[in-house]
C-alpha cells in the first residue's frame, strides 16, 4: 500500500557531494518522521539521520555538519544532502518512513529498497 522510492546514489570521490532523494507514494494519510539509515557490510544498520513533520532533525554524531536531512511535505519526499563525504561513508542507505495509511487508519514503518553509496577514498 506504501512504496519508498530512493534515488540518488552512486559513486563519488572523497570530499565529494551526494544527494540522496526518496518519495513516498500509496495510501497515504499521512507521513509523520522520516529518516534515512545505513548499513556497511558486516555491520549493522544505523541511524544517519531523521526528521519530523514539523521538521525537527536528528542527526548522527559522525555527521554533522557534513550531512543535512530536509523534506517536502507537498512532495511526500525526504532528502539527504551529503557533503564531504569519506571512505567510511560506503554503504546501503535506506530511507524509512512512519506512516498513517487510509488502510484503517493503520501506523506502520516502511523502509526502501536501499541505494548504494561507494566514496573512493
Known amino acids: 500500500q506504501v512504496q519508498l522510492v530512493e534515488s540518488g546514489g552512486g559513486l563519488v570521490q572523497a570530499g565529494g557531494s551526494l544527494r540522496l532523494s526518496c518519495a513516498a507514494s500509496?495510501?497515504?494519510?499521512?507521513?509523520?518522521?522520516m529518516g534515512w539509515y545505513r548499513q556497511a557490510p558486516g555491520n549493522e544498520r544505523e541511524l544517519v539521520a531523521r526528521i519530523t513533520s514539523g521538521g525537527s532533525t536528528n542527526d548522527a554524531d559522525f555527521v554533522k555538519g557534513r550531512f543535512t536531512i530536509s523534506r517536502d511535505n507537498a512532495k511526500n519526499t525526504v532528502y539527504l544532502q551529503m557533503n564531504s563525504l569519506k571512505p567510511e561513508d560506503t554503504a546501503v542507505y535506506y530511507c524509512?518512513?512512519?506512516?498513517?495509511?487510509?488502510?484503517?487508519?493503520?501506523?506502520?514503518?516502511?523502509w526502501g529498497q536501499g541505494t548504494q553509496v561507494t566514496v573512493s577514498s
Open positions: 524509512n518512513a512512519d506512516i498513517t495509511t487510509w488502510a484503517n487508519y493503520r501506523r506502520d514503518d516502511y
Open positions: 500509496g495510501r497515504i494519510l499521512r507521513i509523520h518522521a
